[in-house]
């Protein structure tokens, strides 16, 4: 087990580099063992303790000044059973290892987010999610984990062991433990054909129900400054696989969306008025495309432009009303945005602070380039959000707090009074988790 700083001068940054910690040590164990010691010696020392994946989250849910536990080391599938159509994966392993691994097993998740760079214990504890009208997000999908408590211990949770336990502890903040083994349900690996298309604002949002009912997964972009959106429609197909050609993939998915669009987003930040007429530009320059592929090369795409982001999840019935106040407050404003505003769904889920817990949910998550001011934005955004009772996702930039959160989470107090139970003393608390759950 090593122990080391973090980054310059024992500084940990976040993917965004919005975030900032130093903490006291790091510690990357190499086994369940060895991070139970960690746990135990903390408590010994008096040190708190945050377990940290790719640092893909914006918000400081994993900062701390106290011991950084680093999972990079419980990597790897432990256990696939095809009978039970299920794998165990450690909490380390970074979402694009298991998707590959999965599919040389011919096996494949059911669904997932847009980005394949999160560990599974950081993706499942902040609640990722991808698109789709009847499969939900990553937690959901899971069937088991191993947790290690504030006293050490090591707990295995299903819908039959510790069931309270699994109930909350599929998105659990980092607050009841540390994830350290994730079980997912699978199925035979499959294709899905993905279209791709440009649509007119007012055109996307007077159909949403309509495309929402029609595709498996539907998603779309909405370009600020611009009536135009980009969707994406994802069905699963009989085949044959028809994978993106290698150069035009390359045009559009890394010269086109990564560079281009990382010098128009330099020279947006630089010249702020030239971000309308950049954004007309960037809204037509990708055209329609139709490729059929395996699940995770359709769902998934490199995010190499670094920004900050905040998502809210509202009731679906409210997500067109929502958005339509969100383009009325940017074309009445001096806000210049560059990035595109994302648009996804979720079915609604059983899982304790699931932001699609008991209700079916729209995701509207908007951007900022890295550098560049995002308050005003947010706040623009935000204040709008919460007035559908919008659920911030809990990796990525809000203001809400803990009497917030108790009133558009039924089972708030559920979870509070679990995590009473499992770390009474708070051995994994931090600044995020005394706003958002209280002391």
């Known amino acids: 087990m090593s122990s080391t700083a973090s980054g310059k001068n024992g500084t940990w940054r976040n993917w965004g580099g919005n975030v900032a910690a130093r903490p006291a040590r790091e510690v990357t164990p190499a086994s369940v063992e060895e991070l139970t010691e960690a746990v135990r010696r903390a408590a010994e020392d008096g040190l708190k303790v945050k377990a940290v994946g790719s640092g893909h989250s914006f918000t400081s849910i994993a900062a701390t000044d106290g011991v950084l536990i680093r999972p990079q080391l419980l990597t790897g599938i432990r256990n696939i059973d095809r009978e039970a159509g299920t794998v165990t ?252 505003v994302e648009v996804r769904t979720a079915p609604a889920d059983d899982i304790t602070l699931s932001t699609a817990s008991g209700r079916d949910t729209a995701y509207i998550a908007v951007h900022m380039f890295q550098g560049t001011p995002y308050q005003a934005y947010f706040t623009a955004a935000e204040r709008i959000f919460t007035a559908h009772e919008g659920r911030p996702h809990w990796g990525k930039v809000h203001t809400r707090d803990a009497e917030y959160f108790a009133g558009v989470y039924p089972r708030f107090g559920e979870f509070t009074a679990l995590r009473d139970r499992l770390d009474p003393e708070r051995r994994f608390q931090n600044d995020y988790l005394r706003r958002v759950l209280g002391s």
């Open 89 to 340: 994966v450690e909490a380390g392993t970074p979402l694009k290892r298991l998707n590959m691994a999965l599919a040389r097993e011919g096996l494949s998740l059911t669904n997932m987010g847009d980005i394949m760079e999160q560990t599974v214990s950081g993706a499942t504890s902040t609640g990722t999610h991808g698109t789709g009208r009847d499969s939900a997000s990553i937690a959901a999908q899971i069937r088991g984990l191993e947790l290690v408590t504030a006293d050490g211990s090591v707990l295995t949770c299903s819908e039959k062991e510790n069931p309270d336990v699994f109930a909350a502890a599929r998105i659990g903040l980092g607050a009841l433990g540390i994830v350290t083994a994730i079980t997912f349900a699978v199925e035979p690996i499959f294709l899905l054909t993905a279209r791709e298309e440009p649509m007119t604002f007012d055109r996307v949002t007077s159909s949403f129900d309509e495309l929402w009912a029609e595709n498996e997964h539907f998603e779309f972009y909405w370009f600020p400054h611009t009536g135009n959106t980009n969707t994406k429609r994802n069905n699963r197909s009989a085949g044959p696989e028809r994978p993106v050609g290698q150069l035009k993939g390359w045009f559009e998915d890394e010269f086109l969306s990564n560079g281009v669009f990382q010098v128009a987003n330099w020279v947006g930040r630089a010249v702020p008025a030239a971000i309308p007429t950049i954004a007309q530009i960037s809204s037509k320059a990708l055209s329609a495309r139709t490729y059929t592929d395996i699940p995770y090369k359709v769902f998934t795409s490199p995010r190499r432009v670094r920004f900050v982001e905040m998502e809210y999840a509202v009731p679906r019935e409210a997500v067109v009303a929502t958005l339509r106040e969100l383009k009325a407050t940017v074309d009445q404003s001096p806000l210049r945005i560059s990035f595109p």
